[in-house]
């Protein structure tokens, strides 16, 4: 049993993974640091603490303007993405088909892509058809990467959706149409939350499918490449730190309201053993 | 108690999945009223069967005929029926009420009228009135089966099927409730059809039962007569611990046992039966002290014995062969392991069955 | 019989999906392909076609960049598998009831933007960093930065693809049911032994879909070698951008693209191929 493995080995494990969690959130707290500074360049440990930066940066048309589009283009493929992988998940794991085995794979192979080729790619094919690339084109793009991660993300919650619900709906009279908005779509409401929430974040934190298919629009990730790369001002750690606590903050919410639908179907697991 | 015309009929049923044929041409009628139950093993087509009755699968060939109107082509949610699910199928995110109210909701019954119904509903099936606002995740097992109950009634459906829904329930819950269900039959007056693969489950509810083996009804029948007439070796296997000896036919009540080189007194020997099998259950053989205690006798030895609360078994092998020996715990045998023992029983105790 | 009927609910529930993924991923890759045979820096498709591109990839130094790809690609699974699978195992059977939350903590990073927080890193590493600054603050020290050395890309590339090797090896180790290992265990297998011959056998499944996501997403790893290396390193990705951007050679894009893609593709049909994702995804 699991008690009786030592007590060391499950404290190292419990360190390691502490160690770990710090190490992927140490960048967040350089950038945080560095956001800090009233000085224009940033040399640690900070002499000049302040928020000027912050200030600016808020006040800054330009920001306001990157801000709208990133959230332009995160709300279209949220939306988009999950009315996409709803019908993509269904056919994933509820439905017993020829084609699956395929057609999971299939699904699979864009998250298993390069995103930066993924990207040329799409330049390429957007510019043989004649189009002008923009955020709408954006969009496009982030889907063929995002609609598959959202496709996965719900079908996990198919995956236990007992299809006897729907069946159950249909024999006691209902139209299809019924069992669909009456019985699926409030069960699996937790895992198209999810894929909701993964769609918005994964959107509005792409950066290489982005950079070739904005064009003339610009998104918050753009911006802050282009100014790391040339231009830096505390404004860059003060926009990524933004960012990145919006990012976090969305997804503690989201946990939060998962966990609350969870615990009201907890009880049915215990009941069914 | 009902009346006796039938209320669903059918005629050469099929179902078939690409080569595999999963129920084949079955013929039979059910009476309005009747507790009807069709059990076999898993793989058998009894869901298949009972898919096609409720209008989830399509039949490959045939007729299902509810009074007299053919009804292949209607679907589910247009079928006056209605199934309990194996797992129930409780909607999770639903309370106790809103699950059984569910049909009506659908049929735009005025909310007021749809709890009454539902408050009586429970009240019928001894659920407490105040579950209705109870999630029915938080139900027990026994509570879950009474408001899948409750919501199919709510349908008010000329047939109920059953898929076998007491199976993931603890033998003793399963016990209560199978003679529950047989009380709301009564009840009710309803037309129920039910599947299991347990005879036993079957043997207790129903009024008639029908066997179902790769496809095909091999015998149908009331409780008594699955019993005590099987027909052929599956059947009777299938009801439970059973004696099975290969024969042959050699007289008009002789059989030849080519096992043990015995010929054997049996029951009167059918026109055409030539070889089959002879089927003795436990409780009919019984320890012998000589020959001349019963018609027919093989000598083995005592090989272990189990304690079933009342009853007590024995095993005795003759040769390789396995009988078993039933006895009421008063009436304990008193050999000891290894024994050799006498084992007779009398023709009239014996079943000629076929394949 | 109407149509709904004669293609079945599952094709017809994964067709918006296909459609979808036929215009915006199969379309393109044909498009790309078709761009690797027209001639050097040529824009339109509607000419003589020919292997130009992929005769001048071998003779050029392009391949040089395939194989440091490859290269730091393999270095980073071998150190993700050896920082994850502690972690994956304490998911899977020690945290309990924490294993959400510390899932959470690591899906968090994957949706801010892998350059910024590349750059979190590059401000701790940068000289008079977080590292460094307070190095030569309390201790008078001043090593050289670590940035722009080759160690520095495979440490982004290890922080970037982290979770796609741990997601996956947690879903594989958590595939292993408690009575096998006990079983071993009572058999009178050791720590070891079980680990060989019960854990890692049985979660191989997951392990295997890590090892293949973090290999092909580092594979095809671009921000890296741009944001830490300091460009000392040009991966494959890089040598594709260039040839898009600055050299305004599309086809020769295309063509390194398509050798790319083969690598990839190959590995995911291989590897996914002998798995059941059923099995994995669901443990039904």
Request: aromatic share 12%.
């Amino acid at each position: 049993m699991n008690s009786l493995a030592p007590r060391w080995r499950t404290s190292l494990i419990w360190a390691w993974t502490a160690a770990v969690v710090i190490f992927m959130y140490l960048p967040g707290l350089c950038l945080l640091l560095a956001s800090m500074t009233s000085s224009r360049y940033f040399i640690f440990p900070i002499t000049k603490w302040g928020f000027a930066w912050w200030e600016k940066t808020f006040a800054s048309l330009e920001i306001h303007q990157l801000f709208q589009t990133s959230l332009l283009i995160a709300f279209c493929v949220t939306v988009i993405a999950v009315t996409i992988a709803l019908f993509g998940a269904l056919a994933f794991a509820r439905y017993d088909w020829k084609g699956r085995s395929i057609y999971q794979k299939i699904v699979l192979l864009p998250i298993f892509f390069p995103q930066s080729v993924l990207g040329l790619s799409l330049l390429l094919w957007f510019n043989a058809l004649g189009l002008t690339m923009s955020w709408q084109t954006a969009v496009f793009a982030h889907l063929v990467w995002i609609v598959p991660v959202c496709t996965l993300v719900i079908s996990i919650q198919v995956y236990s959706f007992d299809p006897a619900l729907e069946e159950a709906a249909f024999d006691l009279g209902a139209t299809k149409w019924q069992v669909f908005r009456e019985v699926t779509l409030p069960v699996l409401f937790p895992g198209i939350f999810s894929g909701a929430l993964f769609a918005f974040l994964l959107s509005w934190g792409n950066f290489p499918l982005s950079l070739y298919t904005t064009g003339a629009d610009t998104t918050i990730p753009e911006y802050l490449y282009a100014k790391m790369v040339a231009g830096y001002t505390p404004g860059v750690p003060v926009l990524g730190t933004v960012s990145t606590v919006g990012a976090a903050g969305l997804l503690l919410v989201g946990y939060a309201i998962i966990v609350m639908l969870r615990r009201r179907r907890a009880a049915s697991d215990q009941s069914e053993v | 108690m009902n009346s006796r015309s039938p209320i669903l009929q059918l005629r050469k049923l099929t179902k078939t999945f690409g080569s595999f044929t999963a129920v084949k041409e079955i013929n039979l009628d059910i009476t309005e009223g009747e507790f009807f139950t069709i059990v076999g093993p898993s793989g058998s087509g009894k869901t298949t069967l009972l898919r096609m009755l409720t209008g989830m699968e399509s039949a490959t060939s045939g007729d299902i005929l509810l009074r007299g109107a053919r009804i292949n082509d209607l679907p589910a949610n247009k079928r006056p029926t209605c199934m309990v699910f194996q797992s129930l199928a409780l909607f999770p995110h639903r309370t106790v009420g809103q699950n059984i109210e569910f049909s009506l909701k659908i049929k735009n019954v005025a909310p007021d009228v749809r709890k009454a119904r539902a408050l009586q509903l429970m009240a019928q099936l001894r659920l407490p009135q105040d579950y209705y606002g109870k999630s029915v995740t938080k139900c027990s097992g026994g509570e879950r089966q009474r408001v899948a109950l409750a919501r199919a009634l709510a349908y008010d459906p000329d047939i109920l099927f059953f898929d076998e829904p007491l199976s993931a329930i603890d033998y003793k819950l399963r016990k209560t409730l199978e003679k529950e269900l047989k009380d709301i039959h009564r009840e009710t007056g309803k037309t129920f059809i039910y599947i299991t693969h347990s005879l036993e489950e079957a043997m207790v509810m129903s009024d008639r039962i029908g066997v179902m083996r790769a496809g095909q009804l091999v015998q149908v029948g009331s409780p008594q007569q699955i019993y005590s007439a099987p027909e052929t070796k599956f059947v009777s296997e299938f009801i439970g611990d059973v004696n099975v000896m290969a024969v042959t036919a050699k007289g008009s009540s002789i059989v030849h046992a080519a096992e043990f080189g015995v010929d054997i007194a049996s029951p009167a020997v059918p026109a055409g039966f030539t070889a089959g099998h002879l089927v003795v259950r436990p409780e009919s053989l019984r320890f012998i002290e000589n020959r001349s205690g019963a018609e027919n006798c093989l000598e083995g030895r005592l090989y272990n014995e189990y304690v079933l609360g009342s009853r007590i078994q024995y095993q005795v092998r003759v040769h390789d062969h396995v009988f078993i020996v039933e006895k009421l715990r008063q009436q304990a045998f008193a050999g000891q392991r290894d024994d050799n023992v006498l084992i007779g029983w009398d023709a009239k105790d014996s079943i000629l069955v076929t394949d | 019989m109407n149509l709904a009927k004669t293609i079945g609910p599952g094709t017809r529930h994964a067709l918006p999906i296909l459609l979808f993924l036929l215009v915006g991923f199969a379309a393109p890759l044909l498009a790309v392909i078709g761009f690797s045979f027209i001639p050097a820096r040529s824009f339109s498709l509607w000419q003589s076609w020919s292997l130009g591109n992929y005769i001048e990839i071998f003779n050029s130094t392009s391949y040089l960049s395939f194989l440091w790809s490859l290269g730091l690609a393999a270095v980073t699974v071998l150190i993700l598998a050896m920082i994850c699978y502690p972690i994956a195992y304490g998911l899977a059977r020690v945290f309990g009831k924490y294993a959400t939350l510390v899932t959470l903590l690591f899906t968090i990073p994957l949706f801010v933007s892998e350059n910024v927080r590349l750059y979190g890193w590059v401000l701790f590493f940068i000289k008079n960093g977080v590292l460094l600054g307070t190095l030569k603050a309390w201790f008078g020290i001043e090593p050289e930065s670590w940035l722009f050395t080759n160690g520095i890309i495979v440490f982004g590339m290890v922080y970037v693809y982290l979770p796609f090797m741990l997601f996956p090896m947690t879903l594989g180790v958590s595939m292993v049911p408690d009575q096998t290992r006990d079983a071993a265990f009572d058999l009178g297998a050791t720590r070891w032994q079980v680990f060989k011959e019960v854990e890692l056998p049985l979660s191989m499944p997951g392990i295997m879909i890590g090892f293949l996501l973090s290999f092909v997403l580092a594979v095809g790893a671009i921000a890296e070698a741009k944001v830490l290396g300091g460009q000392q390193i040009i991966p494959i990705s890089h040598d594709i951008e260039i040839a898009f951007t600055y050299a305004q050679n599309w086809p020769l894009g295309a063509a390194l693209s398509v050798l790319l893609m083969l690598v990839v593709g190959t590995m995911v049909l291989l590897v996914l191929r002998r798995f059941d994702l059923d099995a994995i995804l669901g443990r039904r």
